[in-house]
């Protein structure tokens, strides 16, 4: 092993300039020497040592005056702060990288020797600073000014100059570039440390690789054959000039930089490129044939040459393609005309898209099986044009993308347009301009969409149903929230006013206009599906049974009520009182579209699995279900308005007359349910909403349940018992913990789950209870329940939300028990069920 040291230049000592340090010896000389002095002046009679005293006195006051002036303009310094540690000194001489040390208004303290030749100071006693160093060359100037400014400031500061200097041998000059650094040092002086390095070997070599780097663009960008790279996500990263020049851009143009495959790639080709068969690990080449599309519109024949690299994981990195010219005179050899055609017929024959070509007249040419058959009875080829294929309605835009294509535009937009003689059937056209010289000037495909128009339409009443209704949901949430406060709390000062108060129906006035509003809330729960559901395994003949006297009443004299009910209907399981809301709901709309006076028909039936496939509706999967079938003869409804009619808020009555929420309602509980609701209407001849609902086929367990309206007997909410309640919502916190400790126990409060598990440890896990809310930041309710089940298996939990159960308990490992209560809840609601689950 080779110990290297670079010992420093002979005579080039570093530059430092201290202040002399002082002696002891000469401290303990000036006071032996006054101490003498003021012995022969005691010995002197007192006449005599006068004068000899105020003259010492006027010397000591001149020199005493001198260094004051010596001092202010700096002739004279006390101390100052230089480099002592022989280690340090030693390791900055040593550095190839200048530093140099300078205080207040930029004099030099300390240069090691690496910054003298750096700035060619030949002594010690030439050491410049970097500001007079550098000064003298224009290029520099600014920078060096910048720098002078930053140290000033006492800032730090960078900056890389660039300085002509001789040639050592005198021949010409010679480039040189420094970076330059400048910042304080530390201590809270003014004392500014300067950094110079020398880099031009680095600049020479970047010099260098950009000038390879050039040269291999330029022969790329010069080459014969077109060149792109593009990421994963069509975004092209390189274009050579000879693919630019072949599409008709500018390469110097910035509008290049924002190329993509799909703007340059002909129709669907781009996902050619995009769907390579991933390969992980490995890299693919294929080779694809399709069109691209100039600047102008204009189509131009290529072959593509597609590599691309996959990842570990099957992920594409960043493609690179050449582009082979296949235009007629580019030179490609053709492949063999027999492979093309047979090729071409498989193809041609076997697709399942309508295909055929017309000329510039728009009459049919060739077509293949797939056309002949959507198109059926045209009669020979020829006989007709395009145009006869479909509706008068939408021939105008069929004409106006032919014009296009026989322009030769190759970004034609498809047409979707009525199939002629079929009402309903839809057909989407792509046409593909074409110049053969047969006569044939464009290709059509047509695809018919009648099934996928009718699933978008679906789907974007869903799509607009579930975003409408998560927000709701989150709405509701948060408003319960402040709804359990505001319930709770009236609850707490009910129960310390007498009815005789001249405050108890304020605080009544209070409940109930809180209790209204938790009745929107649940609409809004409904509407988004996460409301909390009581699910019975019910008949639905006897529910509606029960319910027509209270119809009869809600309808009045003027609407006739029938009830049509087949025998042995199937059992359902759905929530009794939401299933009532869904029936009162409909029957009032009904009523309301009768003014006056019609007759309201509520008919059940089952739907066995042959039927449910011929109902014609992909959205219902074919089972067996209970209908559920409410038929009025009102005033009906207009297609446009039967589209919004589960759309929350949409409402046709008078301002002042309904929210909006009603069927937004009705459909988001039967939707939870899992059942499916359809509306039919016409103006003038009634609306009928069909309701079907799953068949529930009863377990052993399960008992038919009807509603029990008996009133619950008073009886004692007190208890015993630690309960530890965990709640974010300060003010369903505080409600909680004082009517919990109101009815006799000792309550623990936590506003997140990890100061729950804390309180815990803290009290050795005895707590008999936890009550914790589901949404909470940090730590939600099922993990708080899963790390409290480590501590104590046994401890029992509820578990209260504003959202419904089913939303929450996916997150829990299956055979967890708990109790759930909804919110918003009062204060015998929330000690009834503490007491019940502290009982089982």
Known sequence: MTDTRMEPVAGEASADRPQKDGSIGLVVLLAAALIAIAVALALMGREEARPLILGLLAFLAVVGVFSLFAAAVGVLRFSERTPRDLLSKGLLEELNEGLLVTARGGRVIYANPAYRRLTEAERPEDVRGVERAFAGDAEASEAIYRLSQAAAAGRRAEEEIRIERKARDGAGRIATWYRIRVQPLAGGRREMLWQVADITQDRIRQEDVFRELQRAIDNLDHAPAG?????????????????????????????TSTLTLDRIISGDGAALIRNVEPAPGEVRTETIDLDLVRRNGQSLPVRLLHRVAFD?????????????????????????????????????????????????????????????????GSGRPGARTILDCIGERDREALSAALEAAFAGRADVKPVDAQVAGESGRIARFFISPVEDGDGEAAIIYALDITEQRALEGQFAQGQKMQAVGQLAGGIAHDFNNVLTAIIGFSDLLLANHRPTDPSFNDIMNIKHNANRAAGLVRQLLAFSRRQTLRPQVLRLGEVMSDLQVLLARLLGAKVELRLEQDRDLWFVKADLNQLEQVVINLAVNARDAMPDGGRLTIATRNVDRAQSEKLGDTTIAPGEYVLLEVTDTGTGMTPEVLEKIFDPFFTTKEVGKGTGLGLSTVYGIIKQTGGHIFAQSEPGKGTTFRIYLPRHEPMPEEAVQRRDAAPEAPRDLTGRGTILLVEDEESVRAFAARALASRGYTVLEADTGAAALELMDEHDGNVDLVVSDVVMPEMDGPTLLKEVRKRNPELKIIFVSGYAEDAFRKNLEGGEKFTFLPKPFNLKELAATVKEVLAT
């Open 227 to 255: 060149f792109l790279s593009a990421d994963p996500d069509g975004r092209i990263r390189y274009l050579n000039a000879t693919l630019a020049g072949w599409l008709g851009y500018d390469i110097a143009e910035a509008e």
């Open 312 to 376: 570990g994981e099957g992920r594409p990195g960043a493609s690179r393609t050449l582009v082979l010219n296949r235009s007629p005179g580019s030179g490609d050899v053709a492949e063999t005309l027999r492979a093309a055609e047979v090729r071409f017929a498989r193809f041609f024959n076997n697709t399942p898209l309508a295909i055929a070509t017309i000329d510039r007249d728009g009459r049919i040419e060739r077509t293949n099986a797939g056309f002949a058959r959507m198109f059926a």
